[in-house]
Every structure is written in C-alpha cells, then in structure tokens.
C-alpha cells in the first residue's frame, strides 16, 4: 500500500491505525501516561512488535518520500459487529447461555474500552484536523480489569457469573496494563460520546438479537473459547477432568454437536448412563493418536442402553484446545455430543 501511494503520488492524507500495545508495560511499570512524542516504544511480544515496525516502515516512507501520514495508537475498541473472539462479545454469547466464561490468568489486567462510535469519530477529527506526519493517542476515560468487564456484563444480563467464570491460562507476555495520555487529540475539539455503561447495553442487546443461533456469523467453534484457534479443530468450552463433570455442565439447551476435549485416566468406563437426563442422544469418543496427525478408534453409543467404551492406553494429559493433532505422548480423545432430535 505505502508503495503504491508512493508511485500514485495524489494522496493527499494516509491515516495509519496502529495500537497502545507499541507503548509494551511501561505505564504499568512506572505507572505514568505514555505520552506520544515522549515515550519509547518497547513492545513485550512479537504482535505488538510487528505493529511497531509497521509504524516504522511509514514513518521511513513520510521521510523519504514525504508521505503525507497520521498515526494513531488506540485502546480497545468495541460494540456491535464485532467478532465474537473478542473479549466483550464472546463473554456475552458465553454468559448469556450460562456457559463457562474464561478469563486469562487472574483477570487484573486493566485495559481502557472505547465504544466503536467514539472511535470512528476520533479518526475523523485526527484524518481532517491532525498535523500531517503527527502521532495521536486515543483513548477511553476509564480503565477497567478484563475480571470487571465480565462481572459487569452478567450484571447487565442479571447473571451470576460468579459460578461461571473459570481461570484459565494467561496468555504469553499479557500486557497488564496501557495508559495513554490523550490531551493531543482532545486539543483538537474531540471528546468522548459514549458512556461504558450505555455503550455496553447497545452491544448486549445487539448480540442478543444476533447470538451464535441466529445464522448471522456461521460456526463459531473457534472462537468462543480461551485461546481463539480461528476454528481449526471445532473444540468449545472447557477441558474437563471426567466425564461426569462435562455432562454436569452442559445445562444449555441442545446446541449443535459439541466436541469437547476430555482428559480421561486409564481404565475409565464410559457408559450410555451418562447421557440421561440431558438434552443429547449420541456420544462419540474419538482417540487422536499422537504423532499420526489422523483420527484412531472411534466409539458410538447412544442412551438406549447396552454399550460402553473402555478406555485404555490413554495417559491423564491436559489437552490444549485446538492442538488436539500435536499430542506429545499418549492418546487425547475427544467427547461429541449430538442433540437429540427435536
């Protein structure tokens, strides 16, 4: 892009969208503002690392080829539209069906929501008024922990998700916190609209209409777990420790079949018991042998009655979601749940 409107010539403004996390943990550490023109960029992993020198590479094509640009580095943005992967929209879907809600880590690192509104108006104010070859911050008035976020969307929902929410590993290099410092664009006439709590009663009651049943977004398997694994292996919810634990759980209504990794002992018996009384009809095991990248054994069993399925050879491992094809060692199985018909 930055080529072609070096060889165009006629582009008159290039607005680039860059992030908060290029600033990495120094407002955590020396709990002070980052300041555009004032603060180094030191990004804690390789993602903020990359929008780094995306800023670089248009910086270099403003020096020399006089590139008429503007920066912006941005909180978290949210609202209706967007991908349920994210956090606000995925803690929705998930706590409006009482589903477990998992939060990375202790859940206290604070970051600043912006509604999606504020945001495009800021672009326009820094597109129309910022000085070329200038840096803008924006930024939301508040911060907040992730922990809170979720606390306050079951709040909206009149949810308990105090039963719900489940600790879940951090992320690598999880940033605890970006402040920004914003009074360059407020100087130029913008301010925030949206309040957090308004701004989060639109998105809910968006998602609401437009939840993971209505047809509008397709399998979202991928997405509505931990660690979005951008739906490679369909694998949703959480890893449990037995089987009776998974079948407690699923107190949703019927959803389409579910596949769900199970960390099963040696020796376990599985039997057709464990579907009464539920909303499902067919339970699959399916055994992923390490190392082969291909399905193993596969067992059937309905709760007609009659059939089990012993487990044996099956190391007690963790499966992480969607790595269920790169086990180490041992075998993982895989639990599907199909719904019975209506």
């Known amino acids: ?26 407002s955590y550490e020396n709990n002070e503002a980052n300041v555009e023109s004032l603060s180094l960029l030191e990004p804690t992993n390789p993602y903020s690392a990359t929008k780094a020198g995306a800023e670089m590479l248009v910086m270099a094509y403003g020096r020399s080829y006089n590139l008429p640009y503007v920066i912006t580095r941005g909180n978290n943005v949210y609202g209706p539209h967007q991908y349920p992967e994210k956090a606000i929209p995925k ?67 009149g949810k308990d998700i105090s039963k719900t929410v489940t600790h879940v590993t ?20 913008w301010t925030q609209q949206v309040s957090w709590e308004d701004g989060l009663k639109e998105t809910i009651e968006w998602y609401t209409k437009n939840d993971d049943q209505s047809g509008y977004w397709g399998n979202l398997s991928g997405a509505l777990v931990a660690h979005p694994t951008g739906g490679k292996p369909n694998l949703v919810g959480e890893v449990y420790q037995n089987l009776e634990d998974m079948m407690v759980s699923i107190s949703h209504p019927a959803r389409p079949p579910l596949r769900l990794p199970i960390l099963v002992p040696e020796g376990t018996v599985i039997t057709s018991d464990c579907l009464r009384n539920t909303h ?34 099956v190391r007690p491992h963790r499966l992480d979601r969607g790595q269920a094809r790169e086990a180490s060692h041992g075998t993982r199985p895989q639990v599907e749940l199909r719904p019975r018909a209506a």
């Open 280 to 313: 499902y009809e067919r339970l699959t095991l399916f055994f992923l042998q390490s190392g082969r990248g291909r399905s193993g054994e596969e067992t059937n069993f309905g709760d007609g009655g009659g059939d089990d399925a012993r487990v044996s050879g």
């Open 170 to 189: 951090d992320r690598k290099f999880n940033d605890r916190r970006y402040f920004i410092d914003c009074s360059k664009l407020l100087a130029l006439g």
């Open 91 to 157: 803690f929705i879907m998930l706590a409006r069906n009482g589903m477990k809600i998992p939060i990375h880590g202790d859940g206290l690192a604070t970051r600043s929501y912006m509604h999606v509104s504020d945001a495009a108006s800021a672009f326009d104010a820094i597109l129309h008024k910022g000085e070329t070859k200038g840096v803008y911050n924006i930024g939301a008035h508040e911060e907040r922990t992730v922990l809170s976020v979720a606390e306050d969307i079951g709040k909206s929902l």
């Open 1 to 26: 892009m930055l080529e072609t409107i070096k060889t165009l010539g006629t582009i008159k403004r290039f607005l680039h969208v860059s992030t908060d996390e290029v600033y990495g943990e120094s």
